[in-house]
């Protein structure tokens, strides 16, 4: 991760739309800050799917307000349940946010192929000789 951040700081100013698609390390971490967020052109969505953590949520509350951002959707939240990272940035109370509650993978075909998965684990470990 560490070695693409250039090559992310210089896509950034070019995305009309950021959707997160990363592990939670501590190479990403608050990955997308006020730093980033603000390399991003005005207008922008960002999206996060992947991991809370990865972004600041201080500095997305922010970005929205000055609606530096248009929007942003979430499933994932640094704290989960969603509490605020300072109790004056509450996420909920803009009207350019959308949140989920950790349920982006919840579809039925997720669920067949956990529960399919789960079944040959089980069979494959009571089977072995």
Do not use: W
């Not at 959308?98 to 067949?112: F, G, L």
């Amino acid at each position: 991760v560490k070695k693409y951040s250039q090559h992310l700081d210089d896509l950034l100013p070019q995305a009309d739309i950021l959707s997160i698609h990363l592990p939670l390390i501590d190479n990403t971490r608050k990955m997308i800050d006020v730093r980033r967020i603000g390399l991003l052109p005005k207008g922008a969505f960002l999206i996060n799917t992947a991991r809370g953590g990865i972004v600041d949520e201080a500095a997305l509350f922010d970005a929205l307000a000055t609606e530096h951002l248009a929007g942003a959707a979430m499933d994932v939240f640094a704290a989960e349940p969603y509490t605020p990272a300072q109790p004056d940035k509450d996420l909920r109370t803009l009207p350019n946010m959308i949140m989920t509650p950790h349920c982006a993978s919840d579809t039925v075909e997720a669920n067949n192929r956990m529960a399919t998965r789960a079944v040959e684990l089980a069979t494959d470990f009571l089977t072995q000789k």
